[in-house]
């Protein structure tokens, strides 16, 4: 017997939110925990052993710096989460507002901006964020303005299209007709009906964010080194490996974690579409 469409993608939805839900609470908690001196330090350094696998002293092993893995991949948490969460809120904010003035507004302004966010849309996402680091530097709140760039597209693109659609609506041509002005009629007539697939856009952002966060570590910019970062540990290998050293365990452990991460929260992107679909649909 075949479940529901809708079943299975509310079970999917469920997963997804127990994934992201973990890692969430590995952001919270671990701070925590090392203020208690329950987990050590991410970044101090071990003198001994250096580059050791996974034992009972060390679940996940040490790097080449000496760093714990574990105690680096659960803090690791907490920086993915910050960064994503403030790259989509800056894309969010900026792209929101200029879709739907772009959509409602139409003329040179619609045309300029559509220019500009399509060609900002081609690019990859990595590589328009790589190009921004570059300008920007390192920091949490640089790899945020980073990642951001490469989403305010598609937060433009999708609002202004909805817009476009929607200000032809009747109450629309009302609020215009009794004299309201274009500020108004964004404000209380256009978003309350254009942001209902904003959580789908975020959380499919997100999940990009962190391939995309974990890219630029990987390559050296975004986080600065001593700070716990996914993408920076995965390099550990690479780098292991130019010396002969093969430290599979910096690889498979954040990798891991990214990997999670990523899937969980397209599994909430997912169920939100297929939610937002099927009210569509009855109404």
């Not at 996974?54 to 920086?79: E, K, M, Y």
């Not at 929607?166 to 309350?192: C, F, H, M, R, S």
Request: hydrophobic share 50%; aromatic share 8%; charged share 10%.
């Amino acid at each position: 017997m075949k479940l529901p469409k809708q079943s299975v993608s509310s079970k999917l939805m469920s997963i997804g939110i127990i994934i992201s839900g973990a890692f969430l609470l590995m952001a919270i908690v671990t701070p925590l925990l090392q203020a208690v001196g329950i987990l050590t330090d991410p970044t101090e350094f071990l003198s001994n052993p250096i580059h050791e696998p996974p034992s009972l002293q060390h679940w996940f092993g040490t790097d080449l710096q000496g760093h714990d893995v574990f105690t680096r991949t659960i803090a690791g948490a907490g920086v993915a989460w910050q960064v994503t969460i403030a790259s989509t809120v800056i894309s969010l904010v900026i792209g929101v507002p200029l879709g739907m003035l772009s959509g409602y507004k139409g003329g040179w302004l619609d045309r300029s901006l559509v220019f500009l966010m399509d060609a900002l849309y081609t690019l990859p996402s990595l590589l328009l964020s790589l190009t921004i680091a570059f300008v920007v530097g390192t920091g949490i709140w640089n790899a945020a303005i980073a990642l951001s760039v490469a989403y305010i597209p598609q937060y433009f693109r999708v609002i202004r299209n909805q817009t476009v659609s929607t200000k032809t609506e009747v109450y629309i041509e009302a609020a215009q007709a009794i004299g309201a002005d274009t500020k108004t009629i964004l404000i209380k007539y256009l978003a309350p009906n254009v942001i209902q697939s904003l959580p789908v856009i975020f959380t499919l952002n997100a999940a990009d964010a962190i391939l995309t966060l974990a890219g630029l570590g990987f390559l050296g910019l975004g986080i600065p080194e001593d700070v716990p970062e996914w993408g920076h540990d995965l390099k550990q290998a690479l780098d292991a490996l130019s010396t002969g050293e093969n430290i599979w365990w910096t690889t498979i452990f954040p990798g891991l974690a990214i990997t999670l991460m990523t899937i969980g929260l397209s599994l909430v992107g997912e169920g939100l579409t297929q939610k937002f679909s099927s009210k569509k649909t009855e109404g």
